[in-house]
């Protein structure tokens, strides 16, 4: 099966998703560019909006159009589609069965060995580039999503071969002045649920964090000592100017074969809900 998946991965097309129109992998069984449905959202100051590091406010069933393949972090050639389902595995039922919001997802392949480079380095990005700009990073208090997991992904990765959720940002650290730019990035832990979906997956008590660069090693919070979330917030709280996000994303690479599928991402008091036609905005409960 392993194989199959393999010869799958490298017969496939690259999808691009657009703000506007949505270039859908014919395998997901969507029909490609389909026109998205575009509501505008009301801009707020993020202070006017307590617990929130977003400058949007979040309306129930609306949609935010600024997201899509992040291309520039987007290495080889990954399958990110925001899709229908996946529905089960074949005998689930309940809950578990279909996405947690609507009917639909992000759905995210990406090889290991299938570019030129001599390690892993298939690696997928999707997310969002311009709503999320100069908000602060110690604002972010709830993060999160909900996971479909397989088998075969435990198979070639083990049980911590996982999407994670990636902020770039400007860490501001007195201690590291020169350096404007790190990536903070969240390794969840194992998915408890294998072949359906998985329930609420809580960045904010979950899960290590680390950061890259500079940054990584002026905190201690870096790639091979990883720390939790308040721990890492602290660590950014180092007296000097605040920390401030560039973009949001979730992701995959570079290392393992994963093939699964994103929804409800949560950043504070909004949940973004992958659907084939866009992504919609919902108040978090």
Not at 169 to 189: C, D, F, K, Q, R
Not at 220 to 237: P, R, V
């Amino acid at each position: 099966m392993a194989a199959l998946r393999k010869d799958r991965l490298s017969a496939r097309p690259a999808l691009v998703s657009t703000t506007k129109g949505v270039s859908v992998n014919a395998r997901f069984g969507m029909k490609r560019k389909v026109a998205l449905r575009v509501t505008a959202l009301a801009a707020v100051a993020a202070s006017a909006v307590p617990g929130s590091a977003s400058a949007l406010t979040a309306k129930e069933g609306g949609f935010s159009d600024h997201w899509g393949v992040i291309t520039r972090n987007t290495i080889g050639s990954p399958v990110i589609a925001l899709r229908n389902g996946p529905f089960g595995s074949f005998g689930v039922q309940g809950s578990k069965a279909s996405p947690p919001f609507g009917v639909g997802s992000l759905g995210i392949e990406v090889a290991d060995y299938s570019t030129s480079l001599a390690t892993p380095s298939e690696k997928a990005a999707f997310g969002n580039e311009v709503d999320f700009y100069g908000d602060p990073v110690l604002g972010l208090n709830r993060i999160g999503f909900h996971v479909f997991q397989t088998g075969e992904n435990v198979s070639n990765g083990g049980s911590g071969n996982m999407p994670n959720i990636t902020f770039e940002i400007n860490p501001n650290l007195t201690g590291a002045p020169g350096t404007t730019y790190s990536s903070m990035v969240w390794v969840p832990n194992a998915s408890p649920a294998v072949n359906k979906w998985s329930p609420y997956l809580d960045a904010a008590t979950t899960g290590v964090w680390y950061l890259t660069g500079a940054a990584g090693t002026a905190t201690g919070c870096n790639s091979t000592t990883m720390c939790t979330f308040e721990d890492l917030k602290i660590a950014l709280n180092d007296g000097g100017a605040q920390p401030t996000i560039y973009t949001a994303a979730v992701g995959k690479g570079r290392d393992y074969m994963w093939i699964g599928a994103v929804d409800g991402l949560r950043i504070n008091r909004t949940v973004y809900d992958f659907e084939a036609d866009g992504v919609r905005t919902r108040r978090a409960g």
